[in-house]
């Protein structure tokens, strides 16, 4: 499947590729998964009003700040990246070696067996947000960011995390992209020494103390995250949710966006909802197999989408 993609170098730092057809960063970025990146021109929303039709995205992810712009037929120009960024950071954040194609056909059959028919519903899902991928983000930053989006919504939860990052994260370059500026997510060290009253500053309330107390388990290697992605994605929850403040939604979050566990699939009170609504009988979802949280992000903006619902 790699060898259909075309990587160009163009003058004045960035690079355009093509050869994806399940590629949209409309849907990549408006499914729930991420939340440093806004339309152009829409910094701190997250609305659907903010993303529809939107076709380019700005932010920061592993330490970089980029623009992701879609030309139109299939062609997608990433701003502030060079080759060398594509191969060692880009093709994988947006997990570019896996066929999504193959994987949607996957997912519409393991749905269909484990409710007993052909699941129409998945089908529609998946034809409305075939451009999803599943973002491989840095684990910290995933684990931290889901702790902050219990029981909140997405436009503060950005907000938080924009302020989080202005105070204790490093300064990084525009990329020649913005004159405003911009910072990379803080380390567990940063956060540390920032404490409970530092978060609490930031409007984290009860969080605060798990904020914190995730931080020091990464620092002190209580939490080894770069093992937990060699780990099988039950052994990684399991462990994240020994965490305080880290129930199964939150570990499944950060186990499926963080850790590249594709059978991870994050339930809240609104999935919920959207289960019961389309599957009334009830569903299996361990019988969904590897790529279970990949048609639970197709569940999640095929409601945005298709119903015109939204869970914030």
Same mark, same amino acid.
């Given at each position: 499947?790699?060898?259909?993609?075309?990587?160009?170098?163009?003058?004045?730092?960035?690079?355009?590729?093509?050869?994806?057809?399940?590629? !949209?960063?409309?849907?990549?970025? $408006?499914?729930?998964?991420?939340?440093?990146?806004?339309?152009?021109?829409?910094?701190?929303?997250?609305?659907?009003?903010?993303?529809?039709? &939107?076709?380019?995205?700005?932010?920061?992810?592993?330490?970089?700040?980029?623009?992701?712009?879609?030309?139109?037929?299939?062609?997608?120009?990433?701003?502030?990246?060079?080759?060398?960024?594509?191969?060692?950071?880009?093709?994988?954040?947006?997990?570019?070696?896996? $066929?999504?194609?193959?994987?949607? %056909?996957?997912?519409?059959?393991?749905?269909?067996?484990?409710?007993?028919?052909?699941?129409?519903?998945?089908? %529609?899902?998946?034809?409305?947000?075939?451009?999803?991928?599943?973002?491989?983000?840095?684990?910290?930053?995933?684990?931290? !960011?889901?702790?902050?989006?219990?029981?909140?919504?997405?436009?503060?939860?950005?907000?938080?995390? &924009?302020?989080l990052c202005e105070r204790y994260g490093a300064a990084i370059g525009g990329s020649g992209i913005t004159d405003v500026?911009?910072?990379?997510?803080?380390?567990?060290?940063?956060?540390?020494? &920032?404490?409970?009253?530092?978060?609490?500053?930031?409007?984290?309330?009860?969080?605060?103390?798990?904020?914190?107390?995730?931080? %020091?388990?990464?620092?002190?290697?209580?939490?080894?995250?770069?093992?937990?992605?060699? &780990?099988?994605?039950?052994?990684?929850?399991?462990?994240?949710?020994?965490?305080?403040?880290?129930?199964?939604?939150?570990?499944?979050?950060?186990?499926?966006?963080?850790?590249?566990?594709?059978?991870?699939?994050?339930?809240?009170?609104?999935?919920?909802?959207?289960?019961?609504?389309?599957?009334?009988?009830?569903?299996?979802?361990?019988?969904?197999?590897?790529?279970?949280?990949?048609?639970?992000?197709?569940?999640?903006?095929?409601?945005?989408?298709?119903?015109?619902?939204?869970?914030?």
């Amino acid at each position: 499947m790699t060898d259909k993609i075309k990587v160009t170098s163009v003058p004045g730092g960035s690079i355009t590729f093509s050869g994806l057809s399940e590629f !949209s960063p409309a849907q990549i970025f $408006d499914c729930g998964q991420c939340f440093r990146f806004d339309a152009a021109g829409m910094a701190g929303h997250g609305d659907k009003a903010s993303l529809s039709g &939107a076709t380019e995205f700005t932010g920061v992810a592993m330490g970089r700040f980029i623009r992701v712009a879609s030309l139109g037929e299939g062609e997608i120009r990433i701003d502030g990246a060079s080759p060398e960024d594509w191969r060692d950071v880009w093709s994988g954040y947006f997990d570019i070696m896996t $066929d999504y194609a193959d994987v949607q %056909r996957r997912v519409i059959s393991a749905f269909s067996a484990a409710c007993g028919h052909d699941d129409g519903h998945m089908r %529609r899902c998946v034809d409305v947000g075939r451009g999803i991928r599943i973002l491989r983000q840095d684990p910290f930053e995933t684990l931290i !960011s889901f702790i902050i989006s219990q029981n909140n919504n997405i436009p503060r939860i950005k907000k938080t995390i &924009a302020a989080l990052c202005e105070r204790y994260g490093a300064a990084i370059g525009g990329s020649g992209i913005t004159d405003v500026p911009q910072y990379a997510f803080p380390t567990p060290e940063a956060i540390i020494c &920032a404490g409970e009253d530092g978060m609490r500053e930031l409007k984290t309330g009860f969080r605060a103390p798990y904020i914190v107390g995730a931080a %020091r388990a990464v620092a002190d290697g209580s939490l080894d995250l770069d093992a937990l992605k060699k &780990a099988s994605g039950a052994e990684a929850r399991e462990a994240l949710t020994k965490l305080k403040g880290v129930g199964p939604k939150v570990a499944s979050c950060v186990d499926l966006f963080g850790l590249g566990h594709k059978d991870a699939f994050p339930v809240d009170v609104w999935m919920k909802k959207v289960l019961s609504r389309h599957y009334p009988d009830g569903i299996d979802i361990p019988a969904l197999g590897e790529y279970a949280g990949v048609g639970q992000q197709y569940l999640f903006y095929g409601e945005r989408w298709i119903s015109d619902s939204s869970p914030e």
